[in-house]
Each structure stands twice: as C-alpha cells, then as structure tokens.
C-alpha cells in the first residue's frame, strides 16, 4: 500500500501536536512552576497515556475529514473549514471516551480540558494551515520535493490538465512526457512536452524516466482500455491516478484530490493487502455474528408476516456468482409470489440494461415486475430488510458486510471483461454505490462505483458505508 512520504509526516506532525497541547494544558493546570508539574507525575501518565493512544484516533477523523488531501491542505480556507470540524468531532470523541472510561480529563478536570482545547486548536491552526502549508508551497517552488508525472493520453483532458499546471502548480508535479497510442513517439504535445512512447511502454517509461506518478487521462478510450493502462501500469513501482471522464461519477459523488481543479482518483492501492483481509475477516464475523442475536426477534416477526400474506418459502435463495466467477447459495427474506424468478421479459430487460450501460432513469436500476411483489415484500424492499438474511452468508463467508454486490450466472455472462473486475474480492451486503447512488446511476457507473472501492481498501471506508446505509434503510432512498 503506497501513500506519499508527505502525509506520514502531517500525521505524525499531528499525532505531536495533539500529546503537546495536552501536556501543555496539563502544566498549566497543576502550576505554573515545571517541579510541581512533576510531582504530579503519578496522576499525569495514564492521562498522557490516555491522549497517546487517542492521537491515533485524532489522526483518523482528520483523515475521515480529508484533511490529508493535497488539495484541502494547500486551500487555506477549505482547510480551516475542515480542520475545524474535525476538531469538534475530536472534542466530542475526548468527552465520550473520558465519561466511559471514568478519566480524569472530564470528571475531575475540565479546566484541563478547556486549556488543551485553546491550545491545541491554536497549534493546530498555526501548525497545519500555516506553518506545514507555506513550507510545503516553498519547497515545491524550490523544486526541492517534486514527483515525476507521466501523462497518458493526449485528448483534450491531457492536454488541459498541463496548461493548467503549467500555470499554477503548488503540487510538486513535474511533467516528464506523454504516453499515446495515437500519435507517433517524439511528437511534440505542447508546452515542450512530447510523447515518449505507447500504453504498453509504460512500464520502461516510468524506469527510464524515474516516474512517481502515472496519470491516466485517456478521454478518447473505452473502460476496456482505461482499465488495461491501469493494469499496465500496476506493474511498476509509480503511483496511479486516473482524471478521465469515464470516472466522473466518482468526483460527481465522492470527494477525491484535484489538480488545478480537475479531478483525480487514486487508484494507486488496487485489491487489500492480507493484513486488511484478515481484519475485515474478523469484523464480518464478529458484526453478522452479533447482528443475527441482536435481530432474531425481527427475523421470526418478519419471517410470519411473510408466511401469513402469502404461501411459500421464508427464504428466498438463489444461485449468486461471487469472488472470482465462484458461485454460491444467497438468502432473502422472500418479498414477491412464488415463481417469480421465471419472468422471461425480466431476464431480458435486465441483460440489454447490463450490455447497454446506460444512464438510469430513477428507480430502473432494480428492473422487477411490480405486480409480482407482495405488500409486505414492498416494504422489505423499501426498507432493504429483505436483505437481513445474508448475515448468514457473512457469517459463512461468502460475502462480506461491505463489498460489490453479488450477481445472477445470466447478469455475469453478459458483463464485459472490465466488468468482471467487481468479482474481483468477496461480495458483500451494502457498498459505495448503494449509498452514493443507489436507483439513480447507470450500470456502467455502479461499476466504477465498486472498482473505486476495490482501488482504495480502508476499514474507515467500510465503516462510513455501514453507517451511511442505516438512513438509506430507514428511509428507502433508492429502494425498489
């Protein structure tokens, strides 16, 4: 997993931050003398101890805040709006932790807790939107830390993308060349830039160039040869980041870095690491675990609901195909008549929506013949508690609480090879594009949807979507 050197540093810049305002907000309580600071070493280490290990937690709601994005660093007004939430939300973190673990921060000393909020929101001010920013601007004008960028493509997204750097560029980014499958090697782009080779030289490009950073701008391409450069490119040590239009339901929905105002997705951390496997392993059984104890009482009250309106299974179960083409048996709680399953003219909407990619219309996204859905499986549907069941299938590791849904055998053969890169890790019950779009974007962009998540593998990401699909839930946004 590949992150630039320069935000390691902010994090620990503000790991450090954070420990010395509360030693400081602590001095300040006991005395202003630093001997009488020490004696009361007994009853200062567990609270240093205490804001040490909630540091970690400080750095990660600034990274849920995107305060570790070049583009929020680098805007001085975008960054102390986001710094400022992030603060608040570490506040209010400090005082649930302390009330639960009985710390003596909140229970026995709020004056400590009122200088450490003072101080640290000061330092943090004066550290990050200050001191860390100008640094960062003038050594990237000093071409003291700059990044050798490769740009692939030569359509109009390209072409742009350099003017504008060539004209405000505070991002360290030194073009090197073009890659291009259209024009021939040693055409000269613009502004001195020429292309250096095609897609497949890649590879050779970025060792004979010393690249850090491959960005993918083709605009003229298909997703099939988007997604082939991306391969290409994985095979090098450079980072990846594609600023296509083929991408744009990712900046249009989630919050990514800009360059010169132009959109950027990383994808530099494609797939998840064994370490991030292993965790999210634990977390699916612990949480479906947990949720099948918790929700039994629901289980057994819809489960005759369903039986009292209409004869049939509880359960409804289908063949799914899964990680890598693999099949398995999947459950919901039935929400339609017996044999619905069989409706030809379904199957056939369903396969042209797939193969066509199109733009949805709201609400076509989930293609069912309304007059085959039961009154309670309207609700189910509404709510998405028809999906409760595939807790048993997290359970037994099928799919996962968060991940690319899981298709039908005749959805996947009409997939086009790119895709099938959704298959490419386990399933799971809710994802990106159940929570950024749901009914509303077309099955092309539900791809890119899931490959974004694929590309970027974080527990805090799985976390967000969890409690973001609660409301989807509650209230049936999307739903079908």
């Not at 612990?286 to 918790?294: H, P, T």
């Not at 299974?313 to 899964?322: A, D, E, L, N």
């Not at 999947?330 to 990619?357: C, E, H, T, Y």
């Not at 997290?394 to 899981?406: A, I, N, Q, T």
Request: with cysteine; charged share 20%; aromatic share 12%.
């Amino acid at each position: 997993m590949k992150t630039p050197k320069y935000k390691y540093l902010l994090a620990l810049i503000d790991w450090l931050t954070l420990n010395l305002s509360f030693i400081f907000a602590l001095k300040l309580r006991t005395a202003s003398r630093i001997d009488v600071f020490f004696e009361h070493a007994p009853w200062v280490a567990p609270e240093v101890l205490f804001f040490m290990l909630y540091g970690v937690v400080a750095v990660l709601i600034f990274r849920q805040q995107k305060l570790y994005k070049i583009n929020v660093f680098l805007s001085a007004g975008e960054h102390a709006w986001r710094l400022s939430k992030a603060y608040f939300l570490m506040l209010a973190g400090i005082a649930i932790l302390s009330f639960f673990t009985k710390s003596s921060v909140i229970v026995d000393s709020r004056l400590a807790l009122l200088y450490f909020a003072g101080l640290s929101m000061t330092l943090f001010l004066f550290v990050r939107v200050i001191l860390f920013r100008s640094i960062f601007i003038l050594l990237t004008n000093m071409r003291v830390y700059s990044r050798r960028v490769l740009v692939v493509g030569t359509g109009e997204t390209g072409r742009e993308l350099v003017s504008r750097l060539e004209r405000h560029n505070p991002y360290g980014l030194k073009l090197v060349g073009f890659a291009d499958d259209e024009l021939p090697e040693g055409f000269m782009v613009q502004n001195g830039l020429a292309v250096l080779g095609s897609t497949e030289s890649i590879p050779a490009l970025v060792r004979e160039h010393r690249v850090n950073e491959v960005l993918l701008c083709l605009d003229r391409a298909d997703h099939n040869a988007l997604f082939r450069a991306v391969d290409i490119a994985m095979n090098t040590s450079a980072f990846i980041k594609i600023a296509s239009p083929l991408y744009r339901v990712i900046p249009e929905r989630l919050f990514t870095d800009k360059y010169a105002n132009i959109p950027v997705v990383d994808v530099t951390r494609y797939g998840q690491q064994l370490p991030h496997r292993i965790f999210k392993r634990g977390v699916d059984v612990l949480f479906s675990l947990a949720g099948i104890l918790v929700l039994s009482p629901l289980f057994l009250t819809l489960a005759a609901l369903i039986r009292l309106e209409s004869k049939g299974p509880i359960f409804h179960t289908q063949t799914r195909v899964g990680k890598n083409g693999q099949h398995f048996r999947f459950f919901k709680f039935r929400s339609m008549l017996v044999g619905s399953d069989a409706d030809p003219q379904r199957v056939q909407n369903l396969q042209a929506f797939i193969r066509a990619g199109k733009v949805a219309e709201p609400g076509q996204t989930k293609i069912v013949n309304n007059t085959r859905v039961t009154r309670v499986g309207a609700f189910l549907r509404k709510t998405s508690l028809d999906e409760l069941p595939q807790l048993l299938n997290v359970l037994r590791g099928e799919m996962s609480l968060v991940g690319p849904r899981p298709c039908l055998p005749y959805e996947y053969d009409n997939y086009k090879p790119w895709h099938r890169k959704r298959l490419s890790v386990v399933p799971g019950c809710t994802g990106v594009w159940q929570v950024n779009g749901r009914s509303e974007v077309g099955f092309d962009d539900m791809v890119i949807l899931d490959l974004y998540y694929i590309q970027n593998p974080s527990i805090l990401l799985d976390l967000g979507i969890i409690f973001r699909t609660i409301p989807v839930m509650l209230f049936g946004r999307g739903g079908g």
